[in-house]
C-alpha cells in the first residue's frame, strides 16, 4: 500500500487564559527554512486569522511576539496587519497585535 509522504512545513499553537478569551495569543508560529520565502508564512496566517475568528468569535484581538533580530517575521507581521506595541515581554521578545473587526 502506497502511502502519501507529509512533511510538516508550518508550525502554532494558540492560547488564551479564561479571564482573557478576547484576546487570543500565537505562539512558536514557525516555517522551516526550506520553505520560506514562498508565501507559506502569509497563507498560514491568513488561514489562522480565519480559524479564530470562525471559532472564537469573541476574539478581539490576536498578540504574538517576536525576536528582535528575525527581521523577516516583523516584515512578515507587518504586512497581514499586526502592529509592533514598542514593548517586549520577559524574554526580550517584541509584541505585536492585530484588532480584529
Known amino acids: 500500500?502506497?502511502?502519501?509522504?507529509?512533511?510538516?512545513?508550518?508550525?502554532?499553537?494558540?492560547?488564551y487564559t479564561p479571564?482573557?478569551?478576547?484576546?487570543?495569543?500565537?505562539?512558536?508560529?514557525q516555517i522551516d527554512k526550506d520553505y520560506q520565502g514562498k508565501g507559506l508564512g502569509?497563507?498560514?496566517l491568513y488561514t489562522i486569522l480565519d480559524c479564530i475568528q470562525n471559532k472564537h468569535p469573541q476574539c478581539q484581538i490576536i498578540s504574538l511576539t517576536v525576536e528582535k533580530n528575525n527581521a523577516l517575521a516583523r516584515i512578515l507581521?507587518?504586512?497581514?496587519?499586526?502592529?509592533?506595541?514598542?514593548?517586549?515581554?520577559?524574554?526580550g521578545e517584541v509584541i505585536y497585535k492585530?484588532?480584529?473587526k
Do not use: H, V
Not at 81 to 87: A, T
Open 1 to 15: 500500500m502506497n502511502e502519501p509522504n507529509y512533511y510538516r512545513t508550518n508550525f502554532f499553537y494558540l492560547s
Open 19 to 29: 479571564a482573557s478569551t478576547d484576546n487570543y495569543w500565537i505562539g512558536g508560529f
Open 42 to 44: 502569509s497563507q498560514s
Open 77 to 91: 507581521y507587518e504586512k497581514i496587519g499586526f502592529i509592533n506595541q514598542k514593548m517586549g515581554n520577559q524574554d
Open 98 to 100: 492585530m484588532k480584529l
